[in-house]
């Protein structure tokens, strides 16, 4: 059995555009601007999923998702105290955390999640998929799509600054017992 995933990416959002940890804004006018001019766009899914942040459940309804599930699994690495502030700013405050976040998966210092727990928790979304087929559609987070691409290319944890995920594109999986094929990312 063969389960076809795309995993979509948010429209743009000010904190997006603002390199903001996630503060579960909504949308910027382009952004639903440019997701309701996709709609459409997508093949149809037997079932559609997003992350539970306001920007992609806005996301999936733009594209006339409106019956995606939000589901906790494909929810944004957890930023702890360094929620809806910028890169820039806790940089001049925690410098040698924010190196050690970029430089360890494991690391926490924000007291929240590590990139390699996000990492975990995506490819035990992704192995529930085994049971499926058909068409799957997911409006997730970026680093939620970065995640997924670690696992499928089976690539080091550190790979994960090397992804680079644009807002409103399209990421194609397909797979079968547990092995997964990327198709790269395609603009709405």
């Given amino acids: 059995m063969t389960v076809r995933l ?7 959002s000010e904190a997006l555009r603002e390199f903001r940890f996630d503060d579960d804004s909504p949308l910027d006018p382009a952004g639903t601007a440019r997701a ?22 806005r996301t999936a309804q733009a594209l006339g998702l409106t019956a995606a599930e939000p589901l906790a699994a494909l929810a944004a690495c957890n930023m702890g105290r360094w929620r809806g502030q910028t890169l820039e700013a806790v940089a001049g405050t925690e410098k040698e955390a924010v190196a050690l976040w970029l430089s360890d998966p494991t ?42 691409l ?15 995920v644009r807002p409103l594109t399209a990421t194609e999986l397909s797979g079968r017992d547990r092995r997964w094929n990327l198709r790269s990312g395609h603009t709405l």
Avoid at 40 to 55: K, N
């Fill in 6 to 12: 795309t995993l979509v990416s948010p429209a743009t």
């Fill in 36 to 57: 309701e001019a996709a709609a459409g766009t997508l093949a149809p899914a037997a079932a559609t999923y997003t992350s539970p942040s306001l920007r992609c459940r």
């Fill in 107 to 148: 690391a926490a210092p924000h007291d929240g999640e590590s990139l390699q727990d996000v990492r975990n928790r995506v490819a035990a979304w992704l192995d529930t998929l085994d049971s499926r087929t058909g068409h799957i559609i997911a409006v997730a987070e970026p680093d939620v799509i970065r995640a997924a």
């Fill in 150 to 164: 670690i696992h499928t290319l089976s690539a080091p944890d550190q790979a994960f600054w090397r992804l680079d």
